[in-house]
C-alpha cells in the first residue's frame, strides 16, 4: 500500500473525535423526532487549527472587520468578491468558522494554481486580491474559484469610497463599452448610514449613465448590467457575477474515507466532498485526478478494497464514514462494519450519475 | 403497533428472497472493479406475479404485440400515450418485465383514482384508454398518470391507420384551433415499411394544415407542434407532451423499510420509491398521506423507531434495505444492523431536500 500526502487544505483539529457532542448543521427541522443525540462528525468548532488563529483573534478585536491587506508589490491588481450560500440560518460563529475555512481553500487553491492572492472574509463575503486578473490571468482565477465548494458566485470589482461622485466614476468607467442600441439596468445594494437611499443612487448613477452612452434603461430585461454594493464606507462596482459550485467547505462536515473503484465512486466521493467532508481517497489512483482538482488533499492507492479495509484505513485516520458510489440494484453483499456507509447515488438516476460522471472525469466545471 | 394493509401495486414474487443472483440492473460501467456477486434486492425476475401471467404468454405468443382492447363500454373515450425511460441499455426481456410492472401501477393508480381505464403495453411504450377525459375528467387522469413513477411523458393521441389520408383528417382535426397569426411544425416519426418517408409524410401534413389553416410554418419556435407517430399498420397524433417524474416503476427494484419520522425522511422514501424500490413505511402516519398518493401501498404506525425496531420490520417483511432522512451533519449514532441503511440525501443541499420536501408534502408533482 503506497500512499500519496498532498499538502491539506485545513489542518485537522487535534479535539477531533467521533461523538464530540457540538454539532454545527441547521437541523432544526427535525429536532422534535431526534431519539439519539446528534453527533458532530469530527470537531468543528476549532476545524481551521492553527492557522487562523491570529486572524480569529484579530476578527474578535475588530468586531470581525479585518482591514484589507495591502496587494502583493508588482503587477496589475483585480480585487473579486466571493459569494458564499447556504447559511442563512447559521449562527455568527458558525459563520466565522465558514468564512474562515472557505478563506483558507481559497489561499490553498490558488496557491496549488501558482496565483499570487490575498484572501480575506469581511462584510459577510470573502475578497480575493490577486495579481494580473486583467493581464491574461483572469481564467485561471476564476478557474480555480469555481472549483472551491463554498463558493456560490464571484464577480470581478473596482473598489471606492461610498461617496457618490467616486461610485459614479467607477460605474462609468465599468460601463464604458455601452452603445446607445444597448439597454441597461443599475442594481443597487446598500448596508449602513449614508446620505442617500439605494433607490437614489441607482437612478443618479442610471441618469449619468444614460447621458454619457446614450443607451436606455430597462430595468425588466436589459442587455448589461451595472451592479453597486455599498457597504459602510465602502462601495463595489461590478457588471458580471459567475455561478460557481456552490456546497461547503471541505474539511466543515467531518472525515470520511471514500472508495475509489470505478466512476460511481468519483461522483459519490465528489457529492460528499461538495456536502463540506474532509475527504481521504483510497482506491485506484485513476479516479484520484479528477477531484484532486476539486481540492482533494489525501489518497491512497490500493488495488483492491472490501469493506473491512475502507473500515481499517477510516478508523487508522479518524474518519466517521464510509463512502461508495453504489446504485440501489447494485447493493453489495453487507460485510459489518462499525461505521456508517453513505451511498449518496442510491437515490439518484443512472442518467444522472452518468451525467455527472462525465462531467467530473473530464474536468468540467 | 398497528399495521394498515393497502392493496399492494404488484404483488411480490414467491421466489424473492435476499441474494438471489439474477440483476435487473444494468451496472456494465462497474462489472470491471467489483468483487463480490452484484445480488438483486429481492427476485425481479417474476416481479409481476401471477396477475400478468396471462398477458406475458399471450405477448409471447404474438412477438410482444398485444392487440388494443375494446374499450369499456359507454362514455366518450381518450387514449394516452405513455413513455417511459431509464431503459436504454437493459435487454429485451427486463424491458417486458418494466413494461408489465408500469402497466399494472397505472392500473392501480387510476382505479383508485376511480377512473375506468384499459392499460397496455404496446410498440415500446404503454396505451391507456380511458372513458370521459375530454368529458372533464382529464385533468384526473393526467394526475394520475403524473404521479406513477416510471413514466417519462403522456401525450393524449389520436389513433388512425397508418394511410396517409386518414392521418392527414386526424391531424387537420387536431390543428383546427390554428389561425393565420400562429405559426406550427410537424413532427413525423416513423417504424415499419411505408410507401412513404417521414419528411415526405410531414411535408404533405403541413402544406394541408397552411392551406386550411393559413398558419405559416416554423419548424425552429413553432407556437404549435403537431406529432404524428406511425407504428406499422397504426398511426398517432397527437400536440402536447405532459412531463411526468420519470423513474423506475415501484417493484421492480426489491423491497425496502423506509423510516417516516420526519420531514427530510418523507423525501429520502420518496427518492427510493423513485428508484422502483417497493416501499413499506413505518413511523408517524401524518408523513404517510405524501407518499400513499405516489403508490406507497404498505405503512405502519408505530411512535418511535430505533435502527433495531427498523431491522425487525425489514426482516419480517422480506425487506433488503432500511431507508431513512439522515444528513451528512446529523448521522444518528450508528447500532449495527444486518441490513443495508440507505440515506439517499447525504449528498444533498439543505435547500434542495427544504423545496423538495415542500413539493411532496404538498402534494406537487
Redesign the interface.
Known amino acids: 500500500m503506497q500512499e500519496d500526502f498532498h499538502s491539506r487544505l485545513v489542518r485537522p483539529c487535534k479535539r477531533a473525535g467521533r461523538?464530540f457532542e457540538h454539532?454545527?448543521?441547521?437541523?432544526a427541522?427535525?429536532q422534535?423526532?431526534?431519539?439519539?443525540?446528534?453527533?458532530?462528525?469530527g470537531c468543528r468548532r476549532n476545524r481551521q487549527g492553527a492557522d487562523d488563529k491570529d486572524s480569529r483573534k484579530k476578527s474578535r478585536r475588530r468586531g470581525f472587520k479585518i482591514e484589507a491587506p495591502a496587494g502583493a508589490a508588482g503587477g496589475k491588481m483585480a480585487l473579486i468578491l466571493v459569494r458564499y450560500?447556504?447559511l442563512a440560518l447559521k449562527s455568527h460563529k458558525v459563520r466565522r468558522i465558514f468564512e474562515n475555512a472557505l478563506a483558507a481553500n481559497i489561499r490553498t487553491m490558488l496557491g496549488s494554481a501558482g496565483i499570487r492572492a490575498k484572501v480575506w472574509p469581511e462584510f459577510g463575503r470573502v475578497y480575493v486580491r490577486t495579481e494580473g486578473i486583467e493581464g491574461g490571468g483572469g481564467d485561471n482565477v476564476t478557474t480555480a474559484l469555481r472549483r472551491v465548494f463554498g463558493i456560490t458566485s464571484i464577480s470581478t470589482v473596482t473598489e471606492t469610497t461610498a461617496a457618490p461622485a467616486d461610485i459614479m466614476a467607477a460605474a462609468l468607467s465599468a460601463s464604458k463599452t455601452l452603445t446607445k442600441e444597448k439597454s441597461f439596468a443599475v442594481r443597487c445594494k446598500r448596508t449602513g448610514n449614508h446620505e442617500y437611499s439605494s433607490q437614489q443612487l441607482a437612478a443618479q448613477v442610471g441618469d449619468a449613465i444614460n447621458n454619457a452612452t446614450g443607451a436606455r434603461v430597462d430595468l425588466d430585461s436589459p442587455d448589461f448590467e451595472i451592479s453597486i454594493d455599498v457597504r459602510d464606507k465602502k462601495a463595489f462596482v461590478f457588471t458580471e457575477k459567475i455561478r460557481c459550485a456552490?456546497?461547503m467547505p471541505l474539511g466543515t462536515?467531518?472525515k470520511v474515507v471514500a472508495r475509489l473503484?470505478?466512476?460511481?465512486d468519483v461522483v459519490?466521493a465528489w457529492?460528499?466532498m461538495?456536502?463540506?467532508?474532509e475527504t481521504i481517497a483510497a482506491g485506484?489512483s485513476k479516479y484520484f485526478e479528477p477531484l484532486v482538482a476539486w481540492g482533494l488533499n489525501y489518497s491512497i492507492k490500493v488495488e483492491?478494497l472490501?469493506y473491512a479495509d475502507l473500515e481499517k484505513l477510516a478508523l487508522e485516520n479518524g474518519a466517521?464514514?464510509i463512502v461508495t458510489?453504489e446504485?440501489?440494484?447494485?447493493?453489495?453483499?453487507?460485510e459489518?462494519t462499525?461505521?456508517?456507509?453513505?451511498?449518496?447515488?442510491?437515490?439518484?438516476?443512472?442518467?444522472r450519475i452518468?451525467a455527472k460522471a462525465k462531467s467530473i472525469i473530464s474536468g468540467g466545471i
Open positions: 461523538g454539532g454545527m448543521g441547521n437541523g427541522r427535525n422534535g423526532t431526534r431519539k439519539s443525540p446528534r453527533h458532530c462528525m450560500g447556504e456552490g456546497g462536515q467531518g473503484q470505478n466512476e460511481n459519490a457529492l460528499i461538495k456536502r463540506g467532508a485506484n483492491t472490501s466517521d464514514a458510489g446504485t440501489l440494484d447494485e447493493l453489495e453483499e453487507l459489518k462499525s461505521l456508517p456507509i453513505l451511498r449518496p447515488l442510491v437515490g439518484m438516476s443512472e442518467e452518468a
